[in-house]
């Protein structure tokens, strides 16, 4: 396994890895997998006003991407338990790179670039044990693979970078799985989701958990204020009708807390949050697709705003409010104030969307 110090050192060595910017691609500001109405599977790269800058092909279906942060280069990941991840060039339509989980690994569909953009971290599971892994990747040398670090759980599903920070944030589901069963759920028994924060070469910086009692809450998404708060959603295990809050907030010194939801409309969402975003300085976005609806939660006046659209589910900030996608093909605008409409275009868009930069 990889050593910290001979990560740095690999790191440190590799050569600067030339290629366009963003603007080249078209200015896109965010993107997401989705699927044409001819069945195929696309990396669609999306202006702020909804527009369409680039499409370039996948193999499969999609999860996720990472957005290199200087670079129009995006990692495009298959859906667990894929076993690839692209590397495209947005702004000519190349692919770059194909990666390749290790024997005995699959990929979650989640990735991150560091800051400087030199090493990509994607979220992994050892099919033996069911260790959750973090992959490490020259992502200024060819993407070669470095090697791995642990993930501090079982079954870490989003990773992300804090805003401004090496920091990286990883969602352990606590979920096990195994290919030769696809998706079934293995240990809900005993199941210990977590949110782990980890420096940039895989120190434990904290590892932080709900109470025991609501063990079966599965972390699986996050995203990150500029002040080290982690907004995240839950993917609740047990009986729908027994379902906590699927919300929630970590506060650096303060530990994870769950948001309060009522009662009458989380019964509708089937426990089942789809992604989460930071919406300003205080607000929270997240979407709820087997409800149909998305929420605005504003932490600082403790008021929120439910904003009804079928299939809802990516969702990222831009600037200070959000962008939103849905499994129809329709692209919106989110603030504390409503929903803008924005686009509608033949697709229909997968789980996540990402922002650039």
């Not at 205080?282 to 939660?297: H, L, N």
């Not at 600037?319 to 605008?333: E, F, I, K, M, S």
Request: aromatic fraction near 6%.
């Amino acid at each position: 396994m990889q050593t910290r110090r001979s990560f740095m050192q690999a790191t440190a060595a590799a050569a600067t890895f030339p290629t366009t910017s963003w603007a080249a691609a078209g200015a896109p500001t965010h993107l997401s997998a989705a699927r044409k109405t001819d069945g195929s599977y696309h990396l669609v790269g999306l202006r702020g006003d909804g527009g369409i800058a680039f499409t370039q092909p996948l193999p499969g279906r999609g999860h996720a991407a990472a957005a290199h942060p200087e670079r129009a280069e995006a990692v495009a990941f298959a859906r667990r338990p894929g076993t690839f991840a692209l590397v495209l060039e947005c702004s000519e339509g190349a692919v770059l790179q194909k990666l390749h989980a290790p024997e005995g690994r699959h990929f979650y569909g989640h990735g991150a670039f560091s800051r400087d953009g030199r090493r990509l971290y994607t979220t992994e599971n050892e099919i033996e044990t069911g260790a959750g892994r973090i992959g490490l990747w020259d992502a200024s040398n060819g993407y070669r693979r470095l090697g791995e670090l642990s993930s501090n759980g079982i079954g870490p599903h989003e990773i992300i970078r804090l805003p401004g920070t090496d920091t990286l944030a990883i969602a352990n589901g606590g979920i096990r799985t195994h290919p030769d069963t696809g998706r079934e759920k293995l240990n809900l028994d005993t199941m210990q989701p977590n949110l782990t924060l980890m420096s940039a070469v895989g120190e434990i910086l904290e590892a932080a958990e709900l109470p025991a009692p609501l063990h079966q809450n599965s972390l699986r998404h996050i995203a990150g204020f500029n002040d080290g708060r982690v907004a995240c959603a839950f993917q609740w295990q047990g009986d729908v009708y027994a379902s906590p809050s699927i919300v929630g907030l970590y506060t650096p010194g303060v530990g994870l807390q769950l948001l309060e939801m009522d009662s009458g409309f989380l019964y509708g969402l089937d426990g089942y949050a789809g992604s989460i975003a930071t919406v300003g300085a205080d607000q929270i976005g997240i979407t709820f697709p087997r409800g149909g609806v998305a929420q605005v939660i504003d932490l600082k006046r403790e008021t929120s705003k439910i904003l009804r659209r079928a299939d809802i589910c990516g969702i990222a900030r831009a600037n200070q409010d959000a962008l939103a996608t849905d499994g129809l093909g329709g692209v919106q605008r989110i603030d504390a104030g409503g929903t803008t409409p924005l686009a509608q275009h033949p697709l229909a868009f997968d789980n996540h969307l990402i922002a650039i930069g």
